[in-house]
């Protein structure tokens, strides 16, 4: 959510912003359903002073015996006219809002402007791509070994759903129980077990609603699936005044997360690179504003650091205006390389979302020994996809024969096993 006195003190700013995100100016528009609706209040205002001093004067008048009727119609009409206008007051109120809460998030300075994915900018580069012989892509290598059941998982839920067996299953367990390990013990994250269904006001906190609804699973008694446990934690602070002392906060899990994908329509229609449920260690903080910059580079690297000790190539790159998601103002992408696609793949975005978030959630901050209050700054990032981290294993780490050898920091949580083979 934007907020309305910035964009009063300097709407062509605000405009600016919008432009590198490629939308037409709103600012105009904005400002003059604002100033109806502050019009309304004030004339509202005025009415409910005029009827407190007609009240007053009707009790002097039948002190004294003299005729308070007029003064009673008066109040009586006034009554009226102000219930017409606390209506049109809520309405315009409401116009502003769903405004407001459909226009994306501004971004920051330093994001470098463009179209789409294409001006997104290279950061570094992590890491030495393996040496293989015409590398098979994850699913060739799944189905070979009878542990990637792609034809079950449709007949149980249809399409873009997956079972995996035996030591893939336990693959993915394992990549989950190591990223919660690294990021608890050494990036001092509190673990979380967060519901997997909320209600609309977290959906709406996160940017999700009202905009993004095709993209959620909901319920038939009003809950929604999470798309990412992002939605939950950071919702913990929501409706809260948080003392400047105890932040920031910094959470992580690991949960599975619901997505319909319905823009993807066409897009990796084979494998698990996106599927409509998948799991997914989250990593969330929440800071002051001098604090959030730095603890985006922080989460970032954090995140990168799971890639780094599983030995698989990356590179990370800052997104462009026209490629970064709705609440944030700055993002990193970390991508991680695929060898039977002889691609880079999005395995994680870091995303420092400033207040754009807490102003929707009314999430504030307060400094030791004052009363005033300020929205606090929200991150979120992926620390990892553990499908996609999944995937990007098994095509690295594959053997002429079709086994997959199991990166060393994984063995201790894999059994000891080192080879994942036909029988594994």
Same mark, same amino acid.
């Given at each position: 959510?934007?907020? =309305? ?7 062509? /700013?605000?405009?600016? $912003?919008? +432009?590198?995100?490629? *939308? ?24 409910q002073a005029r009827r407190n001093d007609v009240s007053r004067q009707i009790g002097t008048f039948k002190k004294e015996g003299r005729d308070a009727q007029p003064l009673m119609d008066e109040v009586a009409s ?25 226009l994306p998030n501004l971004p920051a300075e330093d994001v470098p402007d463009g179209p789409d994915e294409s001006g997104n900018v290279e950061v570094r580069r992590v890491g030495e791509k393996p040496a293989i ?11 070979? =070994? ?7 998982? /449709?007949?149980?839920? $249809?399409? +873009?759903?997956?079972? *995996? ?223 996609r981290c999944l995937i990007a294993v098994m095509e690295n780490y594959q053997q002429a024969d079709g086994s997959i050898v199991v990166p060393e920091v994984l063995r201790p949580y894999m059994g000891g096993l ?7």
């Amino acid at each position: 959510m934007h907020d =309305l006195r910035a964009i009063r003190d300097n709407p062509a /700013a605000f405009d600016a $912003g919008l +432009r590198r995100r490629g *939308l037409e100016p709103q600012s105009e528009a904005i400002l003059a359903l604002d100033q109806r609706r502050r019009a309304a209040q004030t004339a509202l205002q005025d009415m409910q002073a005029r009827r407190n001093d007609v009240s007053r004067q009707i009790g002097t008048f039948k002190k004294e015996g003299r005729d308070a009727q007029p003064l009673m119609d008066e109040v009586a009409s006034l009554k009226d006219r102000m219930a017409e206008s606390e209506i049109e007051e809520k309405r315009l109120a409401d116009e502003l809002d769903a405004i407001l809460a459909t226009l994306p998030n501004l971004p920051a300075e330093d994001v470098p402007d463009g179209p789409d994915e294409s001006g997104n900018v290279e950061v570094r580069r992590v890491g030495e791509k393996p040496a293989i012989a015409s590398p098979k892509e994850h699913f060739e290598l799944g189905e070979a =070994l009878g542990l990637m059941d792609f034809g079950g998982g /449709a007949k149980l839920s $249809g399409a +873009r759903f997956t079972v *995996l067996r035996g030591a893939l299953a336990r693959l993915e367990r394992a990549l989950g129980d190591f990223m919660l390990d690294v990021h608890t013990s050494e990036f001092g994250y509190t673990e979380m077990s967060p519901p997997l269904l909320v209600r609309d006001g977290a959906m709406f906190g996160t940017g999700q609603l009202p905009k993004f609804a095709d993209d959620l699973f909901g319920t038939t008694n009003g809950y929604w699936l999470i798309p990412t446990s992002e939605v939950p934690l950071t919702n913990l602070a929501a409706d809260m005044i948080i003392e400047a002392d105890e932040l920031p906060w910094r959470f992580t899990a690991r949960t599975p997360c619901f997505r319909a994908e319905a823009g993807a329509a066409g897009r990796d229609t084979r494998g698990m690179i996106r599927q409509h449920q998948f799991y997914k260690v989250e990593l969330v903080s929440i800071t002051t504003p001098d604090r959030s910059v730095e603890e985006h580079e922080r989460m970032t690297a954090a995140a990168e650091s799971i890639l780094k000790r599983l030995g698989l190539p990356f590179r990370t790159v800052v997104l462009c205006t026209g490629d970064m998601g709705f609440g944030a103002r700055k993002t990193y992408d970390i991508e991680v390389w695929l060898p039977g696609q002889d691609a880079y793949r999005e395995i994680s975005s870091c995303s420092n979302c400033g207040d754009f978030q807490a102003r929707r959630m009314k999430a504030r901050w307060r400094a030791k020994g004052e009363k005033n209050t300020q929205f606090v700054h929200t991150l979120n990032g992926s620390g990892l996809a553990v499908g996609r981290c999944l995937i990007a294993v098994m095509e690295n780490y594959q053997q002429a024969d079709g086994s997959i050898v199991v990166p060393e920091v994984l063995r201790p949580y894999m059994g000891g096993l080192e080879r994942i083979t036909r029988h594994g």
